[in-house]
Nanobody
Framework: QVQLVESGGGLVQAGGSLRLSCAAS????????MGWFRQAPGKEREFIAA????????YYADSVKGRFTISRDNAKNTVYLQMNSLKPEDTAVYYC?????????????????WGQGTQVTVSS
């Protein structure tokens, strides 16, 4: 059973930064795309960023491009999301997920395993 555990969320002022981490169990971490999603109250879960096996391919939602950076360390089975210039509208629960495919890394249905989420709150 694959387990994903996010950490690093918290309360930050607008303009600040946070770094989320997601530690994955299992031996095949390096063979899977990984993604970050978020869900704000009353809204659907939305794609934020994804990264390919060896970090060669990265994908971002327009809303975070230039502010967020996804990265991974396959030796540590960990994927990161560096979030800079945070805005109040970035407030949400952030989830990491492991993809079982590569065709559409921006789509939720590509991802089979999900973490429990970590809360990010950005105050104005």
């Amino acid at each position: 059973q694959v387990q994903l555990v996010e950490s690093g969320g918290g309360l930050v002022q607008a303009g600040g930064s946070l770094r989320l981490s997601c530690a994955a169990s299992g031996r095949t971490f390096s063979r899977h795309y990984m993604g970050w999603f978020r869900q704000a109250p009353g809204k659907e879960r939305e794609f934020i960023a994804a990264i390919g096996w060896n970090s060669g391919n990265t994908y971002y939602a327009d809303s975070v491009k230039g502010r967020f950076t996804i990265s991974r360390d396959n030796a540590k089975n960990t994927v990161y999301l560096q979030m800079n210039s945070l805005k109040p509208e970035d407030t949400a629960v952030y989830y990491c997920a492991r993809s079982e495919g590569v065709a559409t890394p921006r789509e939720l249905y590509e991802y089979k395993y999900w973490g429990q989420g970590t809360q990010v709150t950005v105050s104005s």
